[in-house]
C-alpha cells in the first residue's frame, strides 16, 4: 500500500508564495517521474510541473520563471516552489508520483490567490 501526503497549500497575496510538498510512504520499490497537476473546477487537469529521476524538469508556459519543481530522492518526497503568485492561479493542485509499477495520486491541496 502506498499514501501521498500533500502540504503546502494556503491562502497567499498577490505576488507572494507558496511551497507545496508532496512526501510518499508505504511499500515503496522504485520512484521514477514526479509530477504536480491542477485542476480548477470544470476544467480537465492539466499537468504544472514534472521532474524525471535523472532530475529533468519541464513546465507549463503558464508557470515557467515563476514555479520550480524539485524532488528529494531519500524522502521520496517532491516540492514545487511557487513564486509570484497571481489569482490565475487559485486551483487544486495534486502531486502524481510513479512508483514502481503503478501510479499514485495526492489528496490535493487548495492554493488561493485573491484578486
Known amino acids: 500500500q502506498v499514501q501521498l501526503v500533500e502540504s503546502g497549500g494556503g491562502l497567499v497575496q498577490p505576488g507572494g508564495s507558496l511551497r507545496l510538498s508532496c512526501a510518499a510512504s508505504?511499500?515503496?520499490?522504485?520512484?521514477?517521474?514526479m509530477d504536480w497537476y491542477r485542476q480548477a473546477p470544470g476544467k480537465q487537469r492539466e499537468l504544472v510541473a514534472a521532474v524525471s529521476s535523472g532530475g529533468s524538469v519541464d513546465y507549463a508556459d503558464s508557470v515557467k520563471g515563476r514555479f520550480t519543481i524539485s524532488r528529494t530522492n531519500a524522502k521520496n518526497t517532491v516540492y514545487l516552489q511557487m513564486n509570484s503568485l497571481n489569482p490565475a492561479d487559485t486551483t487544486v493542485y495534486y502531486c502524481?508520483?510513479?512508483?514502481?509499477?503503478?501510479?499514485?495520486w495526492g489528496q490535493g491541496t487548495q492554493v488561493t490567490v485573491p484578486s
Open positions: 502524481h508520483i510513479h512508483i514502481d509499477p503503478n501510479a499514485y
Open positions: 508505504g511499500r515503496i520499490f522504485g520512484i521514477f517521474g
